[in-house]
């Protein structure tokens, strides 16, 4: 059986639900759907979470909530009124939402999730309601009630163990289940939800509790690309890839999905395929635990923004003992993450998000490794970007390295960083923000287009 999720740009209006609807009579197997809240049905429209985030928002304001409120109902309506669903299901959700809004607000986080979960909630109940409205025995099914249980960290609540052996027998249920995305319940018996693009959370973890043969994931894409298609139009599509792989893309950008949302199904090495609602014909991609590979195939390239470096200089480093650990410990204790540490004999540089090193951080970390660490030199380089080359068949090849920096030095990128470090199969490298797209072009000249036969 597989366990199928759609996204939100899938359920954004009518007739978006009846490629759903297709898609789940093309293939008897699709037996669980999970579903997102509406998105947008174009460019400048707007997501129902965040007409429910703004709901909540002026709610806690204790400002009038009716206007948002209608927003938010009429987006649900007129879905309803375009798929021909009966009036008493709009009733039913327009009196569900005032019980929300009306709510106890001393609690911000609890309330704020019980707001934010309704998208997820009335797209799964319009999504049975349209399917058993065209002859598919269709069930909503409340996460719940269904005992998907989650910690009570409101709008960043993680999935409790117990809840696989709960949530297994779905599989038994006739006929399709429709579950809400998103949302699960606390021990207490309040609504939470997971972080942001959450849906994919549940799918994963149904897909694992069910054991499903694949997690089929369809969003609004046709594949997962070797290289953003923005960097190189007609970049290759990819159709299989390892979960390392996938994992290690999307960490530098890659943003179908986030990669820590398909920890559940990874776990559980169940497969998992991106496909396209409006395109079910294509094949998508494959995310797989293992597969062939050719030596030296690179499997892709992706590129993110947003890095900055703290470069500290020592003489006699090396000798040093406990030097790494007590920078560590500083940036620890200063609550700042760091993403690598690439070394020399006499200096280090770590690697760490911009966004985790605000001004007073750096300040005070900069300030700190003065005094604890006395070093000869300390600098804080910003505007970096950081693009990952990664393959399973880059492992043991020979010349990779060689093959990555000529093409940067053809394209006068400087190379800030390099580190082919103890993941195998795959080569970073730091350059400037500014050098990103071509350094990312270059890199794809050199490993993704065939050289001319000499
Ligand atoms: N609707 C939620 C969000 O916009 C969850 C999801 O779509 O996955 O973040």
Redesign the pocket.
Known sequence: MKVIKF??TSLADAKQLSKVLSIVQADPTRRIVVV??P?KRFKDDT????LLIGLAEVALAGAPTEGPLRAVLSRFASIGTEAGLPQELMTEIESDLRARVAADRTNRGLFMDCI?AA??DYSARITAAFFRRNGVAAEYVNPGAAGLLLSDDFGNAMVLEESYARLATLRDRPGVVVFP??FGITRQGHVA??????????GAILAAAVKADVYENFTDVDSVFAMDPRIVPGAPAISLITYREMRELAYAGFGVFHDEAIVPAVRARIPINIRNTNRPEAPGTMIVPERPYDSGEVAGIASADGFCAIYIDKYLMNREIGFGRRLLQILEEEGVSYEHTPSGIDSLSVIVRDRELTDERERRITERIRTELQPDAILVERGLALIMIVGEGMHYTVGMASRATAALTQASVNIEMMNQGSSEISMMFGVKATDRVRAAQALYQAFFTPTPAA
């Open positions: 996204g939100g997102s809240a998105g997501k129902v979470t965040d934010k998208g997820e995305g998103f939800t997971f972080p942001r693009g959450g849906s994919d959370i549940t």
